[in-house]
């Protein structure tokens, strides 16, 4: 069936916002791309997870009759996930699961809240590290699932792999390297009010992946009038030095890297496409995609995301992120958790490691903040861009090679580094150089 966009729209008369408010949810089979680009563009409507079956749409009051009167087939989201969540854990549960683990391994794990929800409820992060309280050298990695609350199977496989790490660290040598050397911070959920209301949106409505400040639109990375998670994972973000993240999601299963929101190709197109790769191969149902090659996509070349945190990591933080499609369904049956990681578990471990493939520094003195000019030596010789650093620290995973830092303090004074990037090792420092 053909769809006449323009008068959909028209129809519809949806003021074309930044921010879309979500009040429905449908699925809508076999369009085609072109439609969907449309759509996107439109700016009033949200589309989302586009394939060969179709494509969810997500918009305010009225979506639904006016795809009944066009005769546009579609199914209610919303219904389907109610059916399917009986099993799940609810948050209370998940709180008390998050408590139990951080007082089962205090050694390694600290649990903390970095603010609420628009209905008062914490937003966890798991803290993983040796000398879990103090801030050491190390590179610092983090997950985060579960932004559009009603794609839950990454929250499930978070809780697995901390679970998992629990039990294995101080026997199993990979995982005990892992967590000595590395700062890992896990999020099994960062919009629990949508969870709990089987719903995409938070619980004003809002698509937390559409609500950050966007790379083309936005000219700093102001936190002023987005919602209150979108708030605390910024805030939260810019008090760290994360160089590798990924975040999950569910819908269709591959691995997705940036930049969604422009055609441009990143900077480190191939080293991120060389790291979702990674994740991809390592879990048979992503690597064997029939509508994804070898597992992965470009995000824009799949479908542009404006306002989405991935652009966001790496744009405004030097957070290199990819995103991660766990699951067909948004809510799998809870029978099949344990399946879904037993796909991904060796993925989700592969990946954190490769926060290892980077260098950086770290003054002795507190508050030291400036510029470093990066030049790759080899294998080729190459520009790598100008980074500003803060509080002291800077890191930045890069393909292996041989880089010079040209460290340029606010205060004038100059410093020169060179540093190795190797692949598939653990530093015992994380590869961080310490400066006076
Ligand atoms: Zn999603």
Known sequence: MKINVALVLLTLSLPCMATVKIEEEVFVTGQRPEIVKELIDSGSVEVDHVSSEGFELYGSKGLKTYLDQKNIFYFDMKLMNKKMMADYPSYTQITTSLQELAQRYPK??????????????????????????????????????????????????????????????????????????????????????????????????????????????????????????????????????????????????????????????????????????????????????????????????????KGGMQDWSYFWHQDLQITVELSYAKWPSYHDIPDFYANNRDSLIFYMKQVHRGAGFKFAKTNAEGVVSITQISPEKKDFGNYAFSSSEFYKVMPEGKYRFSIKEKNGSVKDLEVEVRKDEIGSNGNFALLN
Not at 128 to 146: A, G
Not at 156 to 179: A, C, H, P, V, W
Not at 230 to 235: G, H, S, T, Y
Not at 241 to 259: K, Q, T
């Open 108 to 305: 390694i794990m600290r649990l903390f809240s970095i603010g609420k929800t628009v209905k008062g409820r914490s937003l966890w992060m798991m803290k993983i590290s040796d000398n879990v309280n103090l801030d050491e050298i190390e590179p610092e990695f983090k997950y985060i699932s579960s932004m559009h609350g009603d794609e839950i199977t990454g929250r499930e496989l978070m809780i697995n792999l901390i679970q998992e790490i629990g039990q294995k660290y101080g026997s199993d040598t990979e995982i005990t390297n892992l967590i000595n050397n590395t700062e890992i911070y896990v999020m099994p959920s960062m919009n629990p009010d949508g969870s709990e209301l089987r719903q995409r949106a938070n619980a004003n409505g809002t698509d937390l992946n559409r609500n950050f400040p966007d790379i083309l639109r936005d000219r700093d990375s102001t936190s002023i009038g987005r919602e209150v998670e979108n708030q605390a994972v910024m805030k939260f973000q810019a008090e760290r030095h994360f160089a590798l993240s990924a975040n999950f999601h569910g819908g269709v299963i591959v691995a997705n890297y940036p930049w969604d929101s422009t055609y441009d190709r990143h900077p480190l197109d191939a080293f991120v496409k060389e790291l979702s790769i990674g994740y991809a191969e390592l879990n048979p149902e992503m690597r064997n995609s029939s509508e994804f090659p070898l597992g992965v996509t470009n995000g824009a070349d799949w479908y542009v995301v």
